[in-house]
């Protein structure tokens, strides 16, 4: 059993003991929680003094990028273990290219990064073609999924951005069905009139111009579609996780025990470098963030490590079937972590 297992599995035998009557601080947060219009999981922890507060926090949520850290996760484990080298440079092709988040796929093709400048990518802008190449790296979707299958593990990294928009073409026709992800990418950038399409054109000669002509006609049933999901659909997720088992993986981080203390203190720097997220976790605070977000049309999601003052808190929120003002959104989980902060900080530091 490895050594992130051992730990996992720790911190995973408290949870019984958790099954108590709701704290005062916890109906606090409640409280606060319901002023936000979606579904809000709740996971904290204070690393000094091991209390911990939760709100469905052992439920299932759209994990989105917030997947990404337990990818990071294996990754570094794989360093340690010697089957993958962070220095190795690998070639960025126009096939490897995703859409959303990303400054990646603004880039010409055949850029030259490390295996760890496509690590820290993944984190710090969400880079979507970073960790397609990341999780070709190590193995495949199916061996990330096992390896957290293997160590029991809820999360899932179920679909990525290609396979995504492939479900949204398919009511176009079974055409799309047999399209290569680089044709798929292509005729995403189109639907969301983007103009790298323009770099893809050269692919949709003959009989293929048909799917450009289909996405163009289209258009507006295809953004009706996205747009009008239903939020519990796992077949438009790109991940599925609960608030306390990213909270986990952020503690063994933070706690130097999720790989080696080298490439522990590694992921720490990586996710202290985030570019994203700024109105959540870390909007009202003045203390360092080491954090990572997970983003959707109706998702809101953020979960790091904040370095209080006292002790590092892990703070891991999830809010999914938004109906309000997203940025609303966000401006209360900035608001509830203050308070998380105030209460095992603020007034004790005094």
């Known amino acids: 059993m490895n050594r992130l297992r051992i730990v996992m599995a720790m911190l995973l035998s408290s949870i019984p003991v958790l099954a108590q009557a709701e704290t005062a601080f916890e109906r606090l947060l409640q409280a606060e929680v319901a002023k936000i219009p979606a579904r809000v999981g709740l996971y904290v922890k204070h690393l000094g003094t091991g209390e911990i507060a939760s709100i469905r ?66 984190i710090i802008t969400s880079d979507n073609t970073a960790t397609h190449l990341v999780i070709e790296k190590l193995g495949g979707r199916d061996r990330v999924n096992q390896w957290l299958a293997d160590n029991r593990y809820v999360t899932r990294t179920t679909w990525g951005n290609v396979e995504v928009a492939r479900n949204t073409f398919s009511m176009l026709g079974a055409a799309f069905a047999n399209a290569t992800d680089e044709e798929i990418t292509a005729l995403e950038f189109l639907r969301t009139n983007n103009p790298q399409f323009d770099r893809y054109t050269g692919l949709f000669t003959g009989a293929k111009q048909a799917l450009v002509d289909a996405v163009k006609s289209n258009s507006a049933k295809l953004a009706d579609s996205v747009w009008n999901r239903n939020p519990d659909d796992e077949a438009y997720w790109t991940g599925r996780t609960s608030p306390r088992e990213i909270g986990n993986f952020l503690e063994a981080i933070g706690q130097g025990t999720a790989v080696s203390a080298k490439r522990s203190l590694e992921m720490k720097n990586i996710l202290l470098r985030q570019q994203l997220g700024k109105r959540r976790i870390s909007h009202f605070l003045d203390v360092p963030v080491a954090h990572k977000t997970g983003d959707g049309a109706t998702v809101a999601n953020d979960v790091g490590l904040v370095y209080a003052r006292l002790a590092p808190i892990v703070i891991s929120f999830f809010a999914m079937a938004i109906t309000g003002p997203y ?12 308070m998380i902060v105030d209460y095992f900080d603020g007034a004790r530091s005094k």
């Open 57 to 122: 926090s052992d439920e299932i949520f759209s994990s989105q990028s917030t997947r990404k850290i337990p990818i990071m996760v294996l990754a570094f484990q794989s360093a340690d273990q010697g089957t993958l080298d962070l220095d190795e440079r690998v070639q960025v092709r126009r096939s490897d290219f995703r859409t959303g988040t990303g400054v990646l796929q603004y880039h010409d093709p055949g850029t030259l990064l490390t295996v760890r400048d496509l690590i820290t990518q993944m």
């Open 327 to 338: 940025a609303e959104t966000e401006d209360q989980i900035g608001r509830i972590s203050k």
